[in-house]
Structure formats: C-alpha cells, structure tokens
C-alpha cells in the first residue's frame, strides 16, 4: 500500500529532516496506487496497476541547492538520499533567486479523498470497460477507451517548521466510439474524486449517440461561426490562457499582458509593466481557483507549504491577480499569488481553473440558437502565436450544424485559428459550469469563431 | 518543489505529452559507475524466463534496465536545476494461453524476480478468458550472448557539471549580447543500459546514449517580442556532438547555417540574437500560394506528423483511437499497389541503424535485430511500420523491428522508427533548390505544429522565413504558417538537394499509448521543395 497516513508521514519525514548537516532541508513524500484499463476495438487491449512512493530531499547551503530522490525508506537508504542532496548541493552554483524555506502555517481543511476510488478493483474496471463495449457493439460500432484511477497522497516538511499532508483521489474515463466504416466518431470524457459518481455505461451512450449521429457529415465553408462549445473544448484553451498569464513574463515584456507604452513613447518611471487591473473580456468573465471546491477539490497548499486560499485571476472581465514566484513578489513588491501543489513529476497535475456561467444546460443553449456550430471537443492545439495567445487546432469526434434550435446535421470537421482572448470577449451566452479535466467550465456560446480550413479526417 | 515550472520556462510543454523521469535522484559521479555486471543480468534473466516457463508461459522475454537521465537548465545568467534521475529494475513479459501479460519489479532479488514472472503469467491466463484472437509471433532466431554500444566518443554523463554548466552560461551570454533580452537553454542527458533475453535464446545487451540541448530565446522590441529555438537536433551521440566543428556547417546564400553531425550551441546563440533583432522589423508576410522551400530542422517534423504516425500499423488498425486517433492510410490502399502517397521522387525509409540517430540500436526491444524498410517508393505506399505480432496482418513473416518501451517498468509496443526522406542521387545544394523558385518562402526551423485525428489536414509554423524571388533570397519576413493536406502536400514535392545537405532532425519526445510512454526518434532529410502550397499570416491585432 502506498498510502502513509498523517502520521507515519510526518514520523519519516521527521527522520529525514533530524539527518541533514545542510543550511536548509525540505522534503516532498508523494505515493500513489493507480490503476488503468485501455481497450479498443471492442476488447480490452492492456491494463495494469501501480504502486509507488518517492521522496525527495532539497538541501541548501546558502544559495546552492541540490536534489536527490529515492523509493526506499529504510535508515541506509534515508542516509543516503539526504547525503546525496548535500554533495548535489555542494557542486551546483549560486541561485541568486533562491528564497529560504518556509515556516509552519495553517491550511484549510480539503475533502478530496474518497475511498470508493480508492478501493477500485481489476474486477470494477473491467465492468466499467464491458459497460461501454457490449452497448457498442449492439449499435454496430467499434469502442476504444481509457479508464485510469488514482489514490495518492502528499506529504512535505522542512527543517524551519512547515509540514503539510494531503490525500485525494480521481477517476478518469474516455471513450472514442466510431462506425464500423469509419464515418461516425464520438467522443466522452468525465473525471471525479468519487468514483461513485462515474457512469460509463451513461457516458457511453453520449458517444454512441455521437458516433451514429455523425455519420453522413456535410461540408460548410470555412469562415467565422456562431459556436456552442461544450466545456470539454474549451478547457484547453483556457489552461494555455492562464498558462500565459505568469506576472513575470508579463513584466519581462513577453506575454500578452505585458503593458506596452504608447507607439514612439518611452515608458513613464514607475509605469506599470502589465495589465493587472485591466478589462481584457467580456464583463460575464469570472475565473478563480478554490482549492475547498467539492466538486474539484485541490491540496491547500503550493509545493513548497505555503497556504493557497481562494484567489479571483478575472473579476467581471478585469485581469486581478498573476500567478507568480515568491521570489517576483518580493522583488516587484507585489503580493504572492500562489497555485496549489499537483505533484511531483515533470508535468504535475491539471491546475483547477473554476468559471462562473449561468444556469442554462447544453441543451438550452441549443435551443436558443438560430444558426451555430455545436462543438464537442478540440484537438491538437498548439500556439501560433504568445503575443495574442492565437491558436490552432480541430474539431474532432461529434461536430453538428444547428438551425432553429436543433441539431439539424452533422458536419466535417474544421480546423481553427483563434485566440482564447478574442473567444472570451465574444460570448453570446454561458450555460451552467461542469467538471471537466479537474476544472468547472461552462458550455460557451461564442460569436465569430474562426474555422480556417475543411479536415477530411472522421 | 514544482517541476511544472521547468515546462513553462522552457515552452517543452507539449500538452498531454507525459514525460516520466522515474527513479531516485543520484549523484553525478554515480551515473557513470556499473553496479549491473553482464554475468548478473543473464542470471536475473535466467531466472525469469525459466519462472515464466514452469508457470506455463510459450514465449518469455526479460528486460532490466537501468535508466539514467541528467538534466540541466539556465536561465539567462542563472543556473535553475541540476537533476540526475536513475531508475532500476526487471520487466517480464510472458504469451501464456496464447494471451499476453507483463509485470514489472525495481526488487531484483531472485524470488521477487520469480514473483513478477509468475505474475505476468497470471495475468496473461486471466486475460485470455476474453481472447478471441491468439497471439501470432513473426519468428525469430535467438542471438546467443550479444552486445552493442551506441558508437560515442565523449560519454556525456561523464563530462563534468562545471563544464556543462559553464557552457549553457557562454551560450546564454552569446544570445544576450547579440540582441536576445531572456534565453532558457538545457541539456537533456539520456543513458539507457538494457539487457534483453527471451526464450528464443537471445541475451542481448546494450549501452544507448542520446542528447539533445536546445534554447529558447527572445527579444522585446516596441511593438511586441518574438521568440527563436535553437537549431542543434536531438541526436544518437555523445558530448562530441557539442563540440562545434565548422566542417559540419551548412551555409545556404548566406542567410542561414544548418547543422549536420555537430553543433556549434554558442555559435547558434549568437545568430538567435541578431535573428531575433532582424524578426523584430521583419515584414509580414502576404498570405497566399507560395512554392515552399523547406529546410531539414523544419520538414523532420512534417515527416514525423504526416509520414512517422499513418504508417504505424496498430494506428491504422484503431488500437490509438482513443488517444491521438486512427489513420488515413488505410490497408485498402496499401493492398492496391497504386497510393500515390507522394510525387513520383518522394522516398520515405524506415530505420532503426543510421548511425548518429535517435532511432540507432542494434536490437529493438523484442530482440529484433534492426534494420532499414522502404514505407513508400518511388510515391507508391509499400509498406507500415509493425512489430512480431502484427506483420502477419500485412502478409510478411518479419518483424521490421521497431518495438520499444520507455522503461523497465512499461510494456514494450510499437512505436515510430526513424523515417526519413531520402535525398537526390545528384548531390544538390540546398542552393540549388532555391535558385529555380520564382516565388515562395524558405523556412528554417520548428514552431507550431498540428494535424487532424487522421493526418489529413496539418498547418505548420517555423523559426526563420525568407522570401525567395526568381531564385534569390530578398529579406527575412515574419508571421508565416502553411496549411496542408497530407498526400496533395507529398504529391507537390518536386525538387530535393543530395547527400551533402541531408541532416538528421528529430523528436526528443514522441508520445504513444494510454497511459502514454514516451520515445524518441529522427527523421533525415534534405533541403526539399514543395510547389503551390498555402500559406497563412499568424499576425493579429488583439487587445
């Protein structure tokens, strides 16, 4: 089991700190129990399980810092990853941005364990996989999906005091469901804490719908749209936008919030280098995260144990905070706006982003619509270009043409460039938010999307 | 601590990618020290296999590794992160029931050993009660006890952090003083040690090294900024590559240099800050039909988009469709003999032996001995790219031997050999392409790169843009974009330079599988041409 509870967490990492000769000594301890199940072609292909705990040993002296990891504690092994650290630390150069660690601080209590998903067996996951095959395969169609769940913990503590400990765990499904002829595709994805709370059969059934609904799709040319976005295709976009929205870049001169001075002008002293505080979307705009959310709960606290409460990054429109370092804050005289710890491993987890929208369900919005796109989820994006945040992308997996409030066809798929910028200053409308990749995002009705060219693919 | 930072600095991010750096932290000096003698890994293996058997596996295979990685990062005139990774451990993977199954341990004691055997079996049992279609095995010879080293001069790992460290520092300071304002440069390090056996009776051990050291940089002008990565390319070699020998440098009318099988990282630096101050007043280009020139640091990742994954035959058969889709060349066309895949002098070859590339081993990772395929010929689609159980779905009875796994602990499946474009018989200059166009646009270098759920439609950026008139390169411009669909792209090629312009690009980071494992692979190339091709201006005015 690779679960240590509070205190078998805070007793190891006890012994950890009491070997370290170094200045300063903080150390992370993550372990999780995961397990997956893939399939394709309406048969299981692969599945697994994995258990794993690795602690990691940060040592200072002065400004020199040095990592060192291992996924074993008995004494020898303790002994050895903090001396590792230490001569790491020893050999690296001067960080002239090091910030010291820490001291203790109180955090806000978060529920994110549940132990439904943690309990999860070989069995329930081959279910959860026929659940979604013999509907298909009823329909004439070919499933292929991913299930993965997850029950993890993190633990942390330095030599000045600080220890925090959080548990969590998730559930995560998708399935792609096509026509035995390759002309229909759709396409699902629901993620929770509570397992108790996933459904494939019912979330199959969306694709399914989907996929038969697809088939015979008709060719519309390419231009500006009137969109309906489901969350799944535009949380993308927005975790690139908040990715961009670093205080440091922006001050630095290389983000879109950087503050330009007028053309032919030279910057005022003291001028204010980014947006912070300017209205940059519609007024309908409010992005926060909130790591006590139950519906998305994070830890409540950044990776080096400082407190992350609840902070408003656009209030009504208006850019009102940065994410930024510790170090940035200081040295702009700015205040540490934190994000909340993922985990360890080179890309972390998701960062919680929650938007407010209204009350409407997909289908209301549907049904307000003259004439519109109805977009399932977008693929491949990648930036065109960091100054306006313009993107490219496609529609993929259950593209619809609506007229008159219903879904009148299916369509090919298209390929878009537009930037999440423009995207949030031409809302028509928000519906009510849902979860989706760890975040809540409305359905988004937006005028004026750019589809720049046809796609063949299906 | 947050990683997640590394990703942002760097612009790596490449969303959904999952890079796994697995394993403890170690030392420096510990990442050149062999703890694993050959005569112990045969006994470790010995063990599984024979474990495997007893527990009524018809095929065993064994891979221990022992995985290292360094890697570097430096932020203007900063030192960010030293980081030295090893992972260890045994992968077992059995065919029991005619059903696969696999299990892993990092505890290589005799009995744990034993155990991840046994398991493997279990799981390839319980499985088979759904099998509806028995594994087929494309034969293979056993190799007896064999060996191979990737062919370095400089073992990286041995290089000293002060010499690495200092190097990143010159290469920062060159950018910077030449008009770059922020650079972000790093040295991925990679060391897989891999023993593979399997019950055929191979016992195959083998030394791979690989490197890649890439920068990003920028400048901020009045009007905006703009970025420039570096042009050296992730490569099969060892610190040599970095040692910056003029011979292999490409100059091209003056306006650019390429690199072939060593990079001058200071000297790349240096033109990234004067080519940032030019992108800076550059114009913006016309959109509209230009003939393309493309350069080998830029048409490796067509290649790898528009060639590399349709011709991955599980891709094709829909085992990827959950993850990065399914593929446009279907079985039917390869069966008719006549998919024009792309103009009559388009040659695509698979690979896992050019010497120098991401992709060169001696054996994959099923005990394959590697070797070189054509995927398409003459522009006819001939062939995919498939491992021993999936050749048979293709009529062939040999492996092409590109099977892989990232690690000890994953599974090993199919994944993209190298693949490469081959180049003109007649030894051509990258000159020599531009000097026919009347107009249209060389471009030199990655940037944005998307393509559809079956490699139909793609649209691709770069690093530098020139404008070609009647044969000549008349100034730099800026904000270009190509959008393409895959076989009109191929089908337009019309000109390639020769052997003395072909260079190996390649990815450092390719992702596959649910969940995802990572590989890194090349793509060869020359200078090419592509007539008639769209292109777009990625300039807006927001905000």
């Known amino acids: 089991m690779a679960i240590f509870t509070e205190t078998k967490a805070r007793e190891l990492l006890s012994k950890v700190i009491a070997l370290s000769k170094a200045d300063e000594c903080e150390c992370n301890l993550d372990g999780s129990n995961t397990g997956n199940i893939r399939y394709a072609r309406n048969t299981v292909s692969t599945a697994g399980e994995v258990s794993d705990v690795t602690l990691a040993v940060r040592s200072c002296y002065g400004k020199r810092t040095g990592t060192a990891t291992i996924n074993e504690f008995d004494d020898a092994s303790l002994e050895k990853v903090v001396r590792r650290s230490e001569e790491l630390a020893r050999l690296s150069p001067e960080n002239p941005e090091h910030m010291p660690n820490l001291g203790p601080a109180e955090y806000s209590k978060v529920n994110a364990w549940f132990d439904s998903t943690a309990s999860t067996t070989p069995d329930q996951r081959a279910a959860a996989a026929e659940a979604s095959i013999v509907p298909s395969r009823k329909n004439k169609l070919v499933a292929s999906g991913y299930l993965n769940d997850a029950a993890s913990f993190s633990a942390m503590m330095n030599k000045a005091g600080m220890f925090a400990y959080h548990t969590s765990t998730n559930v995560n499904f998708t399935a792609t469901i096509r026509t035995e002829d390759g002309t229909g595709s759709g396409w699902v994805s629901r993620d929770y804490n509570d397992t108790g709370r996933m459904d494939t059969k019912e979330a199959s059934n969306v694709a399914i719908s989907k996929a038969i609904g697809s088939k015979d799709a008709k060719e519309m040319e390419p231009g500006k749209y009137t969109v309906i976005m489901e969350p799944a295709a535009t949380v993308q976009l927005l975790a690139n936008m908040f990715g961009s929205m670093n205080q440091r870049a922006a001050d630095e001169g290389r983000s879109f919030l950087s503050k330009k001075p007028e053309e032919g002008t030279e910057p005022a002293e003291g001028a204010p280098t980014n947006r912070l505080g300017d209205k940059m979307f519609d007024e309908r705009v409010t992005i926060y995260s909130d790591p006590a959310n139950p519906d998305c709960p994070t830890a409540p606290f950044t990776g080096d144990g400082h407190p992350v409460g609840t902070t408003k990054w656009i209030d009504k429109g208006v850019i009102t905070a940065m994410p930024n370092t510790r170090y940035w804050a200081e040295k702009t005289g700015t205040r540490y706006y934190p994000t909340a710890y993922t985990g360890q491993g080179i890309f972390g987890g998701n960062q919680q982003l929650i938007m407010e929208g209204g009350t409407q369900s997909l289908e209301d919005m549907i049904r307000d619509t003259r004439r519109g796109v109805l977009v399932t989820r977008l693929w491949y994006i990648r930036q065109l270009d960091p100054q306006t945040l313009l993107y490219t992308g496609l529609t993929r997996d259950g593209t619809f043409y609506i007229e008159n409030g219903e879904i009148k066809y299916p369509i090919k798929n298209f390929r878009f460039n537009e930037s999440p910028i423009v995207m949030l200053n031409n809302i028509e409308a928000l519906g009510k938010p849902v979860r989706i990749n760890g975040s809540m995002i409305p359905p988004m009705k937006i005028r004026d999307f750019t589809f720049s060219s046809l796609s063949d693919a299906v | ?543």
């Open chain 2, 1 to 543: 601590m947050d990683r997640r930072k590394f990703i942002e600095l760097t612009g790596i991010g490449m969303g959904g990618l999952m890079i796994a750096l697995p394993g403890s932290y170690i030392s420096a000096a510990e990442l050149t020290a062999n703890p694993m003698e050959v005569a112990f890994k045969k006994k470790m293996a010995d063990t599984a296999l024979n474990a495997a058997k007893s527990a009524g596996a018809t095929y065993a295979d064994v891979r221990i590794g022992r995985y290292l990685n360094q890697f570097i990062t430096a932020q203007e005139k900063r030192v960010d992160n030293v980081v030295n990774t090893e992972s260890a451990g045994i992968g077992v993977r059995v065919i029991a029931n005619g059903t696969w199954g696999f299990a892993a341990t990092s505890d290589m004691s005799p009995d744990s050993i034993a155990k991840a055997a046994e398991k493997a079996v279990a799981v390839a049992k319980a499985n088979s009660k759904f099998q509806t279609d028995p594994v087929q095995l494309a034969p293979v010879t056993g190799v007896g006890e064999v060996s191979w080293r990737t062919p370095i001069v400089k073992n990286a790992m041995e290089i000293p952090i002060k010499d690495k460290v200092d190097l990143l520092m010159e290469v920062n300071n060159a950018a910077m003083d030449n008009g770059a304002n922020y650079i972000t440069s790093v040295l991925f390090l990679v060391n897989e040690q891999k023993y593979f056996a399997s019950t055929d009776g191979s016992y195959i051990d083998q030394d791979v090294h690989r490197l890649w050291a890439p920068f990003f940089a920028t400048a901020v002008g009045p009007t905006g900024f703009k970025q420039r990565t570096g042009l050296g390319n992730p490569v099969g070699m060892g610190f040599e590559y970095l040692d910056g020998d003029p011979a292999e440098q490409i100059q091209v009318q003056g306006a650019n240099i390429g690199y072939r099988y060593s990079y001058d990282m200071v000297k790349d630096a240096r033109d990234a800050g004067m080519q940032l101050q030019a992108k800076l007043k550059a114009r913006s280009v016309e959109p509209g039909k230009y003939d393309l020139v493309l350069d080998p640091h830029h048409l490796m990742l067509t290649i790898h988009e528009s060639v590399g994954h349709p011709l991955e035959l599980d891709r094709v058969l829909g085992y990827e469709a959950n993850y990065a889709g399914t593929s446009f060349a279907t079985l039917d066309k390869w069966r008719s003999g006549t998919f024009n895949y792309g103009s009559d002098i388009v040659n695509l070859v698979a690979d896992k032996t050019q010497k120098h590339s991401l992709g060169y081993v001696g054996y994959d990772d099923e005990g394959v001995k590697t070797r070189e395929w054509d995927l398409v010929k003459d522009g006819i689609l001939v062939n995919y790219q498939a491992i021993r159980d999936q050749v048979h779905i293709i009529d062939q009875n040999e492996s092409h031997g590109c099977c892989y796994s990232q690690s000890w602990a994953d599974v090993q499946f199919q994944r993209m050999p190298n693949v490469s474009l081959r180049p003109n018989e007649q030894d051509l200059s990258a000159d020599d392409v531009i000097k026919d166009v009347e107009n249209g646009i060389y471009i030199v270098g990655r940037g944005s790169f998307s393509i559809d759920q079956q490699r139909y439609n793609f649209q691709f950026g770069g690093q530098l843009f020139y404008e070609i008139k009647d044969g000549k390169i008349t100034e730099q411009i800026e904000d270009v974009a190509y959008q393409s669909n895959t076989q009109e792209f191929w089908n337009s090629c019309t000109k390639l330079a020769g052997k003395s312009d072909y260079r190996l690009g390649g990815s450092f980071f390719d992702g596959k599988g649910q969940p995802s494992q990572v590989s890194a692979v090349s793509h060869g190339c020359p200078t090419t041409r592509f007539n008639n091709i769209n292109v777009i201006n990625t300039a807006r005015k927001v905000g």
